[in-house]
């Protein structure tokens, strides 16, 4: 069983940057594919961007794209999402999830371990 241990989330103002980090444990993080993950108040829980594990390939949802970048540093058993030009609307707790030997797929199905979520709070 992989550990995921979210931080960096906090209270911005609407255009502010932030990064979150997601530590992973557990499993060889270079076998892991990553997956970022929000949900707001009321609404289902909602794909943000993912990285597979042995490409850098990532995918985003449109509404963070140009915006967000996932990274991973697999000496330091970590991935980023590294937001720019935070909105309200991107307010949520966002969450990190791991895939072994995934894609980085859309679907969090795929996805086999979560960590315990991040708030991230946009002020307009």
């Known amino acids: 069983q992989v550990q995921l241990v979210e931080s960096g989330g906090g209270l911005v103002q609407a255009g502010a940057s932030l990064r979150l980090s997601c530590v992973a444990s557990?499993?060889?993080?270079?076998?892991?594919?990553m997956g970022w993950f929000r949900q707001a108040p009321g609404k289902e829980r909602e794909f943000v961007a993912g990285?597979?594990?042995?490409?850098?390939?990532?995918a985003y949802t449109d509404s963070v794209k140009g915006r967000f970048t996932i990274s991973r540093d697999n000496a330091k058993n970590t991935v980023y999402l590294q937001m720019s030009s935070l909105k309200p609307e991107d307010t949520a707790v966002y969450y990190c999830?791991?895939?072994?030997?995934?894609?980085?797929?859309?679907?969090?199905?795929?996805?086999?371990?979560w960590g315990q979520g991040t708030q991230v709070t946009v002020s307009s």
């Open positions: 557990g499993r060889t993080f270079s076998t892991l594919a």
């Open positions: 999830a791991a895939d072994f030997l995934g894609s980085g797929s859309q679907r969090s199905s795929e996805y086999e371990s």
């Open positions: 990285i597979d594990w042995r490409q850098p390939r990532t």
